[in-house]
């Protein structure tokens, strides 16, 4: 197949003004809401890009979502490092990393945005500011729903393998789209046996995530896996395969 359209993601605006690169964007992942509108995660940058992908260059990008509310008082970087977004109902998650030089400097969080007219939605009214919903772990990896939509489960990698100190401190747990809060019990990467990549819903509770296991002594080499995992009981099942270098699982 051909490529119909290309969109250019270029920055935009005096708000991009001493970033240090003049074109960095980095998007990560992309929600289709129509034929006309579609939101981008843009990694390096701290909005997320709003495009009609029924037109084609610089024409095709429409708007933006500011994310800068959702900012930690920790988080000293340009960007807050957004890396998934999915969609329940009538409502958009965002997953955000919160990293400095790809160090967490505190738990990932989940900007959540009406997907009608693209607000941002605060998850705790009762606090100063709009509030993002708060994750237990660090440094959001990957975020699916379950099958039926009733769960949002994400996958977080904590201090990733090449950032010192090589610590297994991620996990997996779910999150509720209706009451915006972390639910029921988690999967660590102890259990595991790695650092957190990719994620897969077989059905409400069972999955199979991406591990990877640097080799002793030699960071240059991984033994990465395809593990079981069961939500319900917090168990790790089978090890479905192993190979020096696995990139991403779908379903």
């Given at each position: 197949?051909?490529?119909?359209?290309?969109?250019?993601?270029r920055?935009?605006?005096?708000?991009?003004?001493?970033?240090?690169m003049?074109?960095?964007?980095?998007p990560?992942?992309?929600?289709?809401?129509?034929?006309?509108?579609?939101?981008?995660?843009q990694?390096?940058?701290?909005?997320?890009?709003?495009?009609?992908?029924?037109?084609?260059?610089?024409?095709?990008?429409?708007?933006?979502?500011?994310?800068?509310?959702?900012?930690?008082?920790?988080?000293?970087?340009?960007?807050?490092?957004?890396?998934?977004?999915?969609?329940?109902?009538?409502?958009?998650?965002?997953?955000?990393?919160?990293?400095?030089?790809?160090?967490?400097?505190?738990?990932?969080?989940?900007?959540?945005?009406?997907?009608?007219d693209?607000?941002l939605?605060?998850?705790?009214?009762?606090?100063?500011?709009?509030?993002?919903?708060?994750?237990?772990?660090?440094?959001?990896?990957?975020?699916?729903?379950?099958?039926?939509?009733?769960?949002?489960?994400?996958?977080?990698?904590?201090?990733?393998?090449?950032?010192?100190?090589?610590?297994?401190?991620?996990?997996?747990?779910?999150?509720?789209?209706?009451?915006?809060?972390?639910q029921g019990?988690?999967v660590?990467?102890?259990?595991?046996?790695?650092?957190?990549?990719?994620?897969?819903?077989?059905?409400?509770?069972?999955?199979?995530?991406?591990?990877?296991r640097?080799?002793?002594?030699?960071?240059?080499?991984?033994?990465?896996?395809?593990?079981?995992?069961?939500?319900?009981?917090?168990?790790?099942?089978?090890?479905?395969?192993?190979?020096?270098?696995?990139?991403?699982?779908?379903?």
């Open positions: 197949p051909a490529i119909a359209r290309s969109i250019p993601l920055m935009m605006g005096a708000a991009d003004a001493g970033a240090p003049p074109y960095s964007v980095n990560y992942d992309v929600l289709t809401l129509s034929p006309t509108r579609a939101v981008v995660v990694y390096a940058l701290p909005r997320l890009g709003v495009i009609d992908p029924s037109r084609d260059g610089a024409a095709g990008v429409t708007g933006s979502v500011d994310l800068t509310p959702l900012r930690s008082a920790a988080d000293m970087d340009g960007s807050l490092e957004a890396s998934s977004i999915v969609r329940v109902g009538g409502s958009i998650f965002v997953s955000l990393q919160n990293l400095n030089s790809y160090v967490p400097v505190t738990n990932g969080t989940l900007a959540v945005i009406n997907a009608s693209l607000s939605v605060d998850v705790d009214p009762a606090a100063t500011g709009v509030q993002p919903v708060q994750l237990t772990g660090r440094n959001p990896v990957s975020m699916v729903t379950t099958p039926s939509g009733a769960s949002i489960v994400v996958a977080e990698a904590g201090v990733v393998a090449f950032s010192p100190p090589q610590t297994l401190d991620g996990r997996i747990e779910r999150v509720d789209p209706a009451t915006r809060r972390v019990m988690s660590s990467e102890t259990a595991l046996g790695g650092d957190l990549g990719s994620i897969v819903m077989l059905d409400e509770s069972r999955g199979w995530a991406i591990v990877s640097l080799a002793m002594g030699d960071a240059s080499v991984a033994d990465n896996r395809v593990v079981e995992f069961n939500l319900a009981t917090g168990t790790v099942g089978s090890t479905i395969v192993t190979a020096g270098s696995l990139a991403g699982i779908a379903r």
